[in-house]
């Protein structure tokens, strides 16, 4: 059971370049994530997929953009990378948003350093 | 401002001892909290979560105490193993929803053989 993968696990960009980080999970979860982790702070969520078809911002959105492909498929795209988006990014899934209880399960981290 | 921390940023406990990882809050509303545990270059774990109407939750080898009037949780672990080791964090979640939750910056643990 693969759970939440995403990919790439480690990307090198230059200032202004562009990438899009994917992400799939198996567990038909309706609600998706994406979150930075950087040292020295907690988890920050970046948007959030309630549910097929629609997504919605985070704490820290600026900078980024996202797709929720079909159930199984949430992407995050970074139009011009900036040096100030390096950081550790953490897919994750959920039965769904708007309730507490259900747990967040985790993709392994995309390692991204912008130069 | 409102945050999630922690008091001690490293921990180290001889294996087979128990370990008790701290952690504060400052929003009184918060009603659910979660421990996760994160291993190095691994994406966190869900270990254990709280609702603010319970003082206590028991898991395998594991132990939440949330203690409302002074906004503290508490994480214990007992017969610690090497595999214990790692960086825990609680969550916090201050409204309704997964989407709400407040990640604090995490204790890293490490058991001593």
């Known amino acids: 059971n693969a759970g939440v993968t995403q990919t790439p696990k480690f990307q090198v960009l230059k200032t202004g370049q562009s990438m899009t980080l994917q992400c799939a999970q198996d567990?038909?979860?309706?609600?998706m994530y994406w979150y930075r982790q950087d040292p020295g702070m907690g988890l920050r969520l970046i948007y959030y997929?309630?549910?097929?078809?629609?997504?919605d911002k985070g704490e820290v959105p600026n900078g980024y953009n996202v797709s929720r492909l079909n159930k199984r498929e949430f992407s995050l795209r970074l139009e011009s990378a900036a040096p100030s988006q390096t950081s550790v990014y953490f897919c994750a899934s959920s039965e769904r948003v708007g309730t507490v209880g259900n747990t967040i399960y985790f993709g392994e981290g995309s390692w991204l350093t912008v130069v | 401002g409102e945050s999630v921390g922690l008091h001690l940023p490293t921990l180290s406990v001889q294996e087979g001892d128990n370990s008790i990882i701290n952690c504060a809050y400052s929003n009184s509303a918060s009603d659910y909290f979660i421990w996760y545990k994160q291993e190095s270059g691994k994406g966190p774990q869900f270990i254990i979560d709280i609702r603010s109407n319970m003082d206590k939750r028991q898991g395998q080898r594991v132990t939440v105490l949330l203690n409302k009037t002074v906004k503290h949780l508490s994480l214990q672990i007992a017969a610690t193993q090497p595999g214990d080791s790692a960086v825990y964090f609680c969550a916090e979640n201050r409204g309704f929803g997964n989407e709400k939750l407040t990640f604090g910056t995490g204790t890293r643990l490490t058991i001593i053989p």
């Open positions: 997929s309630a549910s097929e078809g629609t997504t």
């Open positions: 567990m038909n979860h309706n609600s």
